[in-house]
């Protein structure tokens, strides 16, 4: 694939009020690490796709020229992998999908898990009746599916953001009578993805989990804490995937924005954290970019890696 020379310079002269240009951010070891890269890791929210949930013609533009040089590129997100369809379909995708902040590996081929470590169903039910107890609400991911027992705000915008996708790319959400007698018929449980309009209700809710049924809950949105089981991390999982390559995490370049993408940062040859992140998640990475309304990944990947 081409890309108009004037068009490409454009891209690397991009970047948002305040924020250095790459070679301001980028040390040598890093760059010596990045042009070593072989895989690409691209968190979804807040990195890859705009606010807006779409992806930027620059990024797919950008992405391709790097497979077509070589690179792979995998999506590690802490979506269900009924909802990343559209955009693995339009990254063209023949990797696997590492899914729920690394739960479980997905291979779209074959619609098959290869990995995973589910949630037990004791350790579910138990924090169902906390959920109850502390009237929070939201999606219990299982199987090919989410589940709800309340329509919550957050429910209802990915319900919605669902309808509007084509019938082959739509997730499936589900409004069940109960979560407990739901948890106990089916053949596993990924994750819990919780929200609250009070968020330091919500996390008061997060450290409870954590410290009585010793589950790991992290942070995926401003509003939003994801419950999975002790152990799961986008890191960890991209750490097996790449070593079933033949390749080791130095050859790793990993995009992320939020707090389930440090795991991912810290153990990639290089970390690149998104504009739009938290200053606590960028003091992991080894690189700072705009943020995931500008062609920041593009100018990254037509400077470093192509």
């Not at 694939?1 to 070679?23: C, N, Q, T, Y």
């Not at 009746?129 to 090919?144: A, F, Q, R, S, T």
């Not at 669902?162 to 082959?168: R, V, Y």
């Amino acid at each position: 694939m081409r890309v108009d020379a004037e068009k490409r310079r454009e891209i690397l002269r991009i970047r948002p009020p305040g924020v250095p240009s790459p070679d301001m951010l980028i040390s040598i070891s890093t760059t010596e690490n990045a042009m070593t890269a072989r895989v690409i890791a691209l968190d979804l929210d807040g990195t890859l796709l705009t606010p807006k949930k779409t992806l930027l013609p620059s990024s797919l533009e950008a992405l391709a020229r790097a497979k077509a040089a070589g690179h792979q590129l995998i999506i590690v997100t802490g979506r269900h992998h009924v909802a990343i369809h559209p955009f693995y379909q339009a990254l063209a995708l023949d990797t696997p999908a590492i899914c729920c902040n690394g739960t479980y590996l997905y291979d779209y081929q074959a619609k098959k898990v290869l990995k995973a470590d589910p949630l037990p169903v004791p350790q579910a039910l138990q924090l169902i009746h906390l959920l109850e107890e502390h009237d929070i609400h939201g999606l219990m991911y299982v199987d090919n599916a989410m589940v709800y027992e309340k329509p919550t705000g957050h429910v209802l915008r990915t319900n919605n953001w669902a309808q509007s996708l084509p019938p082959e790319q739509r997730p499936t959400f589900q409004q069940v009578d109960s979560l407990a007698e739901t948890a106990q018929h089916v053949d596993a449980i990924w994750k819990f993805a919780l929200t609250d309009e009070d968020t330091q209700k919500l996390k008061a809710f997060a450290l409870h989990v954590e410290q009585t049924l010793g589950l790991a809950c992290e942070w995926s949105w401003h509003d939003q804490v994801d419950i999975a089981r002790s152990g799961n991390s986008k890191g960890k999982r991209l750490a097996e995937w790449v070593a079933s390559q033949g390749l080791s995490m130095h050859n790793v370049v990993a995009f992320g924005d939020n707090y389930n993408d440090i795991s991912m940062l810290k153990a990639a040859g290089v970390g690149v954290a998104m504009g739009n992140a938290t200053d606590e998640v960028k003091a992991h990475a080894n690189v700072v970019i705009g943020d995931n309304t500008v062609d920041s990944i593009a100018g990254f990947i037509y400077k470093e890696l192509l």
